[in-house]
T-cell receptor, first 113, second 112 residues
């Protein structure tokens, strides 16, 4: 068990470009969460999956954001037409269904220039 | 009503001292209150958590005190060590949702 793995660790992109992040959860965890954390703030919930089903999306997740979890394993978060306001740390976490305790990954830091 | 208010924003404690971080909430539907520790460049790691039917929970040097009537809870770090220097977040979850509302964080520095 290597924990929750996120790639890439850092991404610098130009405004207007599309970016995609990947999260590999702990293998036996069927729930997967995405959060966004800006500097000096706590993480904010974006969306979560149970197996391959996306069960909830935050209002923070605009139409430019899309998340998938094909086959209930890894997940991807794509941001289209990036804006400077998208610059943040994107955190992925996983848990067992029915468990409140998450395991977070180390995050992907996105910088939009 | 969905907010969790955390204080102080930063805290400096001498080695061996007690670090105390406070959080307050409004939504009585919250039913799980974890504390997370985050080091620079890392994701948050679960430290300790409590449910509202318990007034105190202790794990090693870390204690959560919970006051349901005041809608407040706090983290106490006893015998604080330089290795405890990190940012601490309180959070709350509404039953069945498993998603967290996080506080704004407290940056703790423990002086050697």
């Amino acid at each position: 068990d290597t924990g929750v793995s996120q790639n890439p660790r850092h991404k610098i992109t130009k405004r207007g470009q599309n970016v995609t992040f990947r999260c590999d959860p702990i293998s036996e965890h069927n729930r997967l969460y995405w959060y966004r954390q800006t500097l000096g703030q706590g993480p904010e919930f974006l969306t979560y999956f149970q197996n391959e089903a996306q069960l909830e999306k935050s209002r923070l997740l605009s139409d430019r954001f899309s998340a998938e979890r094909p086959k209930g394993s890894f997940s991807t978060l794509e941001i289209q037409r990036t804006e400077q306001g998208d610059s943040a740390m994107y955190l992925c976490a996983s848990s067992l269904s029915g468990s409140y305790g998450y395991t977070f990954g180390s995050g992907t830091r996105l910088t939009v220039v | 009503q969905q907010q969790v208010k955390q204080s102080p924003q930063s805290l400096i404690v001498q080695k061996g001292g007690i670090s105390i971080i406070n959080c307050a909430y409004e939504n009585t539907a919250f039913d799980y209150f974890p504390w997370y520790q985050q080091f620079p460049g890392k994701g948050p790691a679960l430290l300790i958590a409590i449910r509202p039917d318990v007034s105190e929970k202790k794990e090693g040097r870390f204690t959560i005190s919970f006051n349901k009537s005041a809608k407040q809870f706090s983290l106490h770090i006893m015998d604080s060590q330089p290795g405890d220097s990190a940012t601490y977040f309180c959070a709350a979850s509404i039953g069945g949702t498993y998603k967290y509302i996080f506080g704004t964080g407290t940056r703790l520095k423990v002086l050697a």
